[in-house]
């Protein structure tokens, strides 16, 4: 496999007088277009206000950084005020209307990751807004409008008319956004950071997966996810999805080594990840990293919502399922060299602290 799997970081989409959009471009990134998956992040400063919109993709939403509020509107279902803060994590099914809101001082930036095999360019986000000077109505002809709103049409130009931002605007301060809900909360967000840990070894690292049993709504998007966090110099396992399902990392923080290995054996990707990277693992292929002294944390999605995992080494390893027998013989070693294989890593699984 020929293609560029080197990370990339996002690139400035569009910015307002209430902050920023930025995305990974297929073009840079071609595993976006290949693997079908979009990725984008939106920055607000305080008083930032993201319009409402819908999109042609499913998406999972994480808050990297900041405190806000999260709109968000079901098919014929009422409007869900949500109080949303870094960790949490939140399942956006296809047309779903959202908005963003952020009332503090300390920017809001929040993820997406989402899958566009359905999109209308593959590898992107489309988005369709319905106010602004690119909302939907503005498309369609006074009469129009005036007859589905049932208002006048000099009503209804000032209301088309009256956004002149594309995206994101900046609300006065005296404006009162409706108030989150706590029970809102449930069933839409997980946060990743005070959830129970699905993997934690010490020194080595901790996992969160979402899935459909602590977020029922990923059913509906598609896609699992996952937060890291791994220890300085630790290791993660050298391993792959055996579900035919593609692995998005954005690394939130921190720094770290990372090898891809692919088809016939050949290494496809060496290289240090840095925070705000992205990138891609292609189906089957084995990924493994290594933390710099100060730790990694990444987030993940991956393209089903129940992922399953096979490790090439450690405790849960595929090696450790493997009989004696057939280790010898695929290895071409001595049963003494078999025996010093399998009494290693017997009680590590998935992470591996450093070396003593």
Known sequence: MDIDLTPKLAKKVYEGDGGAYYAWCPNELPMLGEGNIGAAKLALEKNGFALPRYSDSSKVAHVLQGNGVAGIVLPESEEKVIAIKKGDAIAIPFGVVTWWYNKEDSELVVLFLGETSKAHKAGKFTDFLLTGSKGIFTGFSAEFVSRAWDLEENIVKSLVGSQSCNEIVKLDPSHKMPEPIEQH???????????????????????????????????????????????????????????????????????????VVGVDGRKVLETTLKGGNLFIVPRFFVVSKIGDPDGMEWFSIITTPNPIFTHLAGATSVWKALSPEVLQAAFNVPPEVEGLFRSKRTSDAIFFPPPK
């Open 185 to 259: 909360r449930e069933g839409m967000v997980l946060n990743c950071l005070e959830a129970p840990l699905d993997v934690d070894v010490k020194n080595g690292g901790r996992v969160v997966v979402l899935n459909t049993k602590n977020l029922p709504l990923v059913g509906e998007v598609g896609l699992g996810a996952d937060l890291v966090r791994l220890d300085g110099n630790a290791m993660c396992s050298p391993g792959f999805s055996c579900d035919s399902a593609l692995q998005v990392t954005y690394v939130v923080r921190g720094s770290g080594r990372v090898e």
